[in-house]
């Protein structure tokens, strides 16, 4: 039991490495980077601490280098993620009853292992497995995801100091319970912290875990569960399985345990996976917390006052750092028609001057998309813009997999606001730019607010502050998180918690005490110091 009450060290933002010519950093990757292309890595599933094997293996391979092969993993199979949920029930009393402060200490020093010994290894594997550049890999492998470890410990101390107040004779309090059950974290390919985080943050809560994470990052997520290990999380508290989705679905979500859902991917997934679980909700103990963030049609409105390169440039790296396969990556622009020609000017000579290769050439900045059936889906709108007459392709607009899924960076410049990929979410790198009338901005904001089902991340651009509080206050909806002359990505753990509402999810905020707090179940406690021992109130005395 403690015996005090600790101060957990205060969180701070991890430093990001520059990897400058010649910096120790550089050299180390480097080094990784070839030591993981000379290995074939056998990656098995993790059940209750012990590494699981059987004859159904898939190969992995880079996006941009799809004839190397990277490693194999097991799929898991019904039998497996069975013993998943139990190998998790089993582990969770010792758990949840294990201190506190014990669980802080596991995820901190997790999150040093991750900036220290571990850096290049997370940062080389996500750049082979999810081809993602050297920078990209920094700011989220080993910097947002060490700042999840470190922030979410400082938020559940926060938590539970927070206390009722008490009145004479009573002594109120509030115990934060762990769920009762098992969560299930499903986790996607584009940002190894994510994959981290969602398993992560109900654990440290005093939760156990079935972790999927998704077929195209299991390379990066079997060094996460290195780091786990290593760090001290016991065994079954989070269990890693590589399950198809329908039969993972058809196991967690009949489960009378199944207590919580964690889930960063598609809008269409999330609400099947809704209706699922409300299809079984007579089954369950309690009713299950639903904690999703899901799709993006992120924009960037300039305003006739806005200047020209800061927009251009917003719209080169909000658009196309990682191959626009962020949630929050922008995707459609709003231009007004005084700045059009300067921003086109400025923004194509950026994305001129942009190289398109394999990661480990670090003088590229442009990489391949994840996966054959993303390359497909984006070239199909790529071609239905060349046919359109309503469209025109102004950058980019060719691709090719032959050796890797590369997509050039495409900008379509359309006549009709509403252009099938102004509306719909490509996650990639095909940016629709929509020129207006100037002196249209409220229709503008008007059209944006109707055009998209999302609203994740937004931006405006203009030097008039009457104007920025305009569209402050009118674009209120469109965006959780909304940027004022900024690119619409980037959120930083501890300084913008991420997340969405419309149809990207429910905006519980990942980085921030909101999230954690919906992996707790508040017990209030009241004890009385001296208990009545007469019924009766003083208002039945008449004299």
């Known amino acids: 039991m403690a015996k005090g009450f600790y101060e957990i060290p205060l969180a701070e933002n991890e430093p ?21 292309r000379s290995e074939v890595r056998d990656i098995p599933m993790y059940i209750g601490g012990k590494e699981v094997r059987n004859g159904k293996k898939v190969s992995i391979h880079p996006p941009h280098d799809i004839k190397h092969t990277l490693g ?16 998790a029930l089993e582990a969770k009393p010792a758990w949840e009853n294990l201190s506190w402060e014990h669980r802080a200490s596991i995820f901190l020093k997790a999150a040093d292992l991750l900036a220290g010994p571990y850096r290049a ?46 009145a004479p004779l009573i002594w109120n309090r509030v115990e934060q319970r762990a769920l009762e059950g098992f969560v299930f974290a499903l986790t996607p390919f584009n940002f190894t912290s994510i994959a981290g985080n969602l398993p992560t943050a109900p654990a440290l809560m005093g939760n156990v875990i079935v972790w999927k994470p998704s077929k195209t990052a299991v390379y990066s997520a079997h060094v996460l569960m290195k780091i786990f290990k290593k ?18 679905a058809k196991v967690i979500f009949s489960h009378p345990d199944f207590t919580g859902f964690h889930f960063t991917g598609s809008t269409e997934v999330f609400q099947n996976i809704w209706k699922n679980i409300g299809d079984n909700i007579h089954k369950y103990k309690t009713y ?23 927009v251009a440039t917003a719209m080169t790296r909000g658009a196309f750092e990682y191959q626009g396969q962020k949630c929050s990556a922008a995707s459609r622009v709003y231009i007004p028609s005084n700045l059009w020609d300067a921003v086109k000017e400025h923004h194509l000579a950026e994305l001129s ?43 980019g607009g060719n691709y090719d997999k032959s050796v890797g899924y590369f997509i050039e960076p495409t900008v379509i410049l359309t006549t009709d606001p509403h252009y099938i990929t102004m509306e719909e979410e490509l996650f990639g790198p095909v940016l629709t730019v929509y020129v207006y009338d100037e002196n249209k901005f409220d229709e503008i904001m008007d059209t944006l607010d109707k055009t998209s089902i999302y609203a994740l991340t937004g931006a405006i651009f203009s030097s008039d502050r009457y104007i920025i509080e305009k569209a402050t206050k009118r674009l209120r909806h469109t965006a959780g998180n909304f940027y004022i002359n900024d690119k619409p990505t980037g959120a930083v753990v501890g300084q913008q918690p991420f997340g969405g509402a419309r149809g990207s999810g429910t905006d519980d905020k990942a980085g921030s005490k909101i999230n954690l707090m919906r992996w707790v179940a508040p017990r209030t406690i009241k004890e009385n110091f001296v208990p009545a021992t007469d019924y009766r109130y003083s208002f039945l005395d008449e004299e």
């Not at 990001?16 to 993981?36: F, H, N, R, V």
């Open 231 to 248: 760090a001290g999380v016991p065994d079954g508290v989070i269990n890693l399985i590589y399950p198809s989705g329908p039969l993972a």
């Open 16 to 36: 990001i490495l520059d990897y400058a010519p010649g910096s120790p950093e550089k050299k180390e990757l480097k080094a990784m980077l070839k030591k993981l």
């Open 121 to 166: 290894e997370i940062n080389a594997a996500t750049m082979l497995g999810q081809s993602k550049n050297a920078y990209q890999a920094e700011i989220d492998a080993a910097c947002e995801l060490a700042d999840f470890f470190r922030f979410n410990v400082q938020y559940m101390a926060e938590i539970y100091s927070e206390q009722p107040e008490s």
């Open 288 to 310: 299950p917390r639903i904690i999703g963030e899901t799709g993006g049609k992120d924009y960037i409105l300039a305003h006739k006052s806005a200047d020209p390169k800061e």
């Open 353 to 395: 001057d942009m190289k398109m290769g394999p990661p480990e050439d670090f003088t590229n900045f442009f990489n391949a998309v994840i996966d054959e059936p993303s390359f497909d889906k984006l070239a199909s709108f790529i071609d239905r813009a060349k046919a359109d007459d309503n469209a025109e392709i102004i950058a």
């Open 72 to 87: 194999y993993y097991y799929t898991s199979g019904e039998e497996e993620v069975k013993q998943a949920i139990d190998a």
